[in-house]
């Protein structure tokens, strides 16, 4: 066996279907991209049309098989029949990355309803609602991958974590969950905890050169994150060479949780 057959064996994606929220921006786009790379067919679930269609002719453009669908995740009805239509397109999917979120968080005493109710929809509830329509179909054929982008904040608290933090801390039980129910058929579900990346997401905080600054010294390679640092990561997590590893969340931070 060469090299080269050997890494596949580990590695390649070759014949999965991959759905993929939030991938035309940031972490999503780059794990939709190296999803594609390692050849599944991928849908990418997002609401902006243009980026969507942007990230999608990028992809076929070097000879992957990517498609999308715009929803709006903060509607149940709105993840359903986007969960449907992303199921038409390549058939049933073997890997769901649930990376779409909102980013909103005000301090805790200015903390309302209306905002609770919208990160605890997109963050928590479609990912939820998208494991039970999809879960039980790979633990019945055998083979499925459940990837979860999560944060630090689901383990300490900084920067006004607020419903945010809740949200992401909530992401993390739910994959112990779907582990627990579903990895004796053959279902891994993890998470991704990233440090700070420069995303569009973290706006905020990426506009003030002192945070920014202050944030990269927290890491141990001197620097913040960057949303093709989690390619290789949704590669391992996505195929074979994970399947002894479920309901874990994996650090993608240069250290930060640790330093």
């Not at 509830?125 to 999809?134: S, W």
Request: net charge negative; charged share 20%.
């Amino acid at each position: 066996m060469t090299s080269k057959d050997y890494l596949s064996t580990l590695f390649a994606l070759d014949g999965r279907v991959a759905v993929v929220t939030g991938g035309s921006s940031g972490i999503g786009r780059a794990v939709a991209g190296a999803l594609a790379r390692a050849g599944a067919r991928v849908v990418i679930v997002a609401r902006d049309e243009a980026r969507l269609a942007g990230t999608v002719e990028e992809l076929r453009a070097e000879g992957c098989r990517a498609d999308w669908v715009s929803a709006d995740l903060t509607d149940r009805e709105g993840v359903r029949a986007a969960a449907e239509e992303a199921a038409g397109v390549f058939g049933e999917p073997d890997i769901l990355v649930n990376c779409a979120g909102v980013n909103l968080r005000p301090p805790m005493n200015e903390l309302d309803t209306e905002v609770w109710d919208t990160t605890l929809a997109v963050n928590l509830e479609a990912p939820f609602l998208l494991g039970q329509r999809f879960g039980p179909g790979m633990a019945e054929r055998g083979f499925g991958r459940i990837i979860h982008v999560t944060s630090q904040q689901a383990h300490r608290a900084f920067v006004h974590s607020g419903a945010y933090g809740v949200s992401k801390g909530a992401l993390e039980s739910l994959a112990r969950s779907q582990a627990e129910a579903w990895s004796p058929h053959g279902v891994t579900c993890n998470t991704l905890v990233p440090g700070f990346v420069m995303t569009p997401l973290n706006a905020r905080l990426s506009s003030d050169p002192d945070k920014v600054a202050e944030l990269a010294a927290r890491t141990m390679t001197g620097r913040n994150g960057l949303a093709e640092d989690f390619a290789g990561a949704a590669v391992f997590l996505a195929g074979p060479a994970s399947a002894y590893v479920t309901g874990q969340s994996l650090f993608v931070d240069g250290g930060f949780s640790v330093h």
